[in-house]
């Protein structure tokens, strides 16, 4: 099984309301990520989460913050957001080493397509 | 830093054609790993294909196949055959080693693909 599940798959928020986007995966891995994708570009890195610690934060805003409550979980909490922040946000999931010396591929969610009004 | 160019923005072929999506990477590391994704319409990233920076192998995996040249800094991938299914934005992907701030994956902009029946 290597699907990583996003809930919900579609969001309208306006600018004042407080919103989470849930990512979950059960593979066991360790390294969780979220990634802003707008139309027509590659994904952008937010956040990544590595044995359930925040290890890089891409100088996102503070309107976004990130949860990870267990190796499982990994939440995005919306506060204030602004409407060029609408996107697809993508969640993924990778193996996650202590080994320098390996890589493992990441899966990916189906996003959520947030509208910000 | 680290840079991936796909120069194929757009590419138009009639199903049962071959196609080949180009991928060209620069990295300073010796370590590294190369990765094709497939994201079709309904979002979701795909993972395709793994490669890392020692193994020049060429591989085939059905109607794909994929050309790593570290000499050009290439790694490109080979549609055989194509199908309608095929139709879908494709990204090649470059990484360092995991580990401390290395688990970012560098996206080139995407090629997307249209087969046409």
């Known amino acids: 099984d290597t699907e990583v599940t996003q809930t919900p798959k579609h969001l309208v928020m306006g600018m004042t309301n407080k919103k989470s986007l849930k990512c979950e995966q059960h593979m066991g891995h360790r390294a969780m990520y979220w990634y802003k994708q707008k139309a027509k570009k590659p994904p952008e890195l937010m956040f990544v989460?590595?044995?359930?610690?925040?290890?890089i934060n891409e100088s996102v805003p503070s309107r976004f913050s990130p949860e990870c409550p267990n190796s499982s979980l990994l939440n995005l909490h919306l506060h204030a957001l602004q409407p060029e922040d609408s996107a697809l946000y993508l969640c993924?999931?990778?193996?996650?080493?202590?080994?320098?010396?390996?890589?493992?591929?990441?899966?990916f969610g189906q996003g959520t397509r947030l509208t910000v009004v | 830093a680290q840079k991936v160019t796909q120069a194929q923005t757009e590419i138009s072929v009639v199903e049962k054609e071959d196609v080949t999506l180009d991928c060209v990477y620069e990295t300073r590391d010796t370590t590294y790993y190369l990765f094709w994704y497939k994201q079709p319409p309904s979002g979701e990233l795909v993972f395709l294909i793994r490669?890392?920076?020692?193994?020049?192998q060429n591989e085939i995996s059905g109607r794909y196949s994929w050309n790593f040249q570290k000499s050009t800094s290439s790694f490109n991938f080979t549609i055989t055959a194509s199908q309608v299914v095929d139709s879908a934005v494709y990204f090649c992907?470059?990484?360092?080693?995991?580990?401390?701030?290395?688990?970012?994956?560098?996206f080139g902009k995407g090629t997307l693909l249209t087969v046409n029946p």
């Open positions: 992907a470059l990484s360092g080693p995991s580990g401390g701030s290395n688990y970012k994956l560098t």
């Open positions: 490669r890392n920076s020692f193994d020049e």
């Open positions: 993924a999931s990778s193996q996650g080493t202590r080994d320098t010396r390996v890589n493992t591929e990441a899966f």
């Open positions: 989460y590595s044995y359930e610690k925040l290890s």
